[in-house]
């Protein structure tokens, strides 16, 4: 009797950019291939802008999603197969991902599909509406949604989708740890140079643009250097609502960072994106995380998860479901994003070594107790282990 577990098939959206479905999904394949698990990756294409040849990206893009309900099939002939769903939350995604859910739905059965919801698009929507109703029904032809906190849970059950098919499982990440040992190190002493971190998606509405305005005026102690650190590639789209283009975004930001640069006490570096090693080591070398967002569909970035496990103190704010994995003793929530605001924030924490320390030990004790890989692959193992 073949005691194997059971083949999960992981079906995400996949464009060619960040995909925070795509992170989220690989970091539990690989926990579970680690594990013995068998895996098989369903990934969806994702539409394109369309350029200046709308009707070639059009049929490129039906293409690619004919190729992937195809492959979407082999579901059918796999006995005892787990279907893992990233959903969407858009009426595009929602054709999209309707072919690989409901053959998941009627091949595998409805205890055997679980569905994971990323973002909070759906948090804006109204019980009635037609987004809401065609959401809700497809939630429906799965046993388990997974939602990231308690405020998501909520409304859907506001929604109409019954509790016992909801579980908040957070997100983790795949930075590694520091160390006990290695965290003490980094939090000892009173650092003479202090490295200050933003490291996401450069939507204006992640909060950059106040962060730069905020460091323009900010005056370090006589005995500190600053090194400021702005990670991530400019995207102007529906949720941003400073920048006209991306060309004009990167123009300011440029001369915003040579315009702090003038003070010899700041030194500001833009990395148009980092992953892998170099990744880590901003991490592990970073004092302050700053991510000042106030998002429109803000979930849980998986950006402070991050910073936690890298024993980094965290300045943030309180949208999303940020505050399911932080509180006041692991994190400094900003009152509101005004430039004003950050740099008094800033100022405290650059000139206080010891509450910097204090939130980011909290943060990093927090991320091993309830956040930490393991335990989030044990928790899908659980899901997957149900019996049909």
Request: aromatic share 6%; net charge positive.
């Amino acid at each position: 009797m073949d005691q194997r577990p059971p083949v999960v098939f992981f079906c995400y959206a996949d464009p060619s950019g960040f995909s925070g479905q795509r992170i989220a999904s690989e970091i539990v394949i690989q926990g579970l291939l680690a594990r013995g698990w068998r895996c098989r990756r369903l990934p969806l294409p994702v539409k394109r802008a369309a350029g200046t040849n709308r009707w070639s990206a059009i049929v490129r893009y039906l293409a690619a999603l004919l190729v992937a309900w195809v492959r979407s099939l082999a579901m059918v002939g796999t006995s005892g197969a787990r279907l893992h769903l990233n959903l969407g939350q858009t009426r595009a995604s929602f054709i999209r991902d309707i072919v690989p859910l409901v053959t998941g739905r009627l091949f595998l059965g409805r205890r055997n599909v679980a569905v994971s919801l990323h973002g909070s698009l759906f948090m804006r929507w109204s019980a009635g509406s037609l987004n809401s109703r065609v959401f809700v029904w497809m939630l429906k032809r799965a046993g388990v949604v997974t939602v990231l906190g308690e405020r998501q849970r909520a409304h859907l059950q506001r929604l109409g989708v019954a509790t016992d098919a909801l579980h908040i499982l957070p997100n983790t990440c795949g930075v590694p740890p520091l160390s006990a040992d290695a965290l003490r190190d980094k939090l000892q002493g009173r650092q003479r140079r202090v490295q200050i971190l933003h490291l996401s998606t450069l939507y204006d509405t992640k909060g950059y643009p106040q962060l730069l305005e905020a460091l323009d005026d900010l005056t370090p102690p006589a005995d500190v250097q600053l090194d400021v650190i702005l990670c991530g590639k400019v995207v102007v789209g529906d949720h941003s609502s400073r920048f006209p283009s991306v060309a004009a975004a990167a123009r300011w930001i440029e001369e915003r960072i040579d315009s702090i640069n003038r003070n010899p006490a700041l030194n500001v570096r833009w990395i148009k994106g980092a992953a892998g090693e170099e990744k880590n080591r901003l991490f592990n070398e970073t004092h302050l995380f700053v991510l000042p967002t106030e998002y429109p569909v803000e979930a849980q970035p998986i950006v402070l998860i991050e910073a936690m496990a890298s024993g980094c103190a965290i300045v943030t704010t309180r949208v999303g479901e940020i505050e399911s994995i932080l509180d006041s003793d692991t994190a400094s929530f900003l009152t509101d994003t005004k430039p004003a605001t950050i740099r008094s924030e800033l100022g405290r924490l650059i000139a206080d070594p010891v509450a910097r320390a204090g939130l980011a030990g909290a943060a990093w004790r927090k991320y091993v107790a309830t956040l930490a890989v393991d335990a989030h692959i044990d928790r899908w193992e659980h899901i997957f282990r149900r019996k049909a």
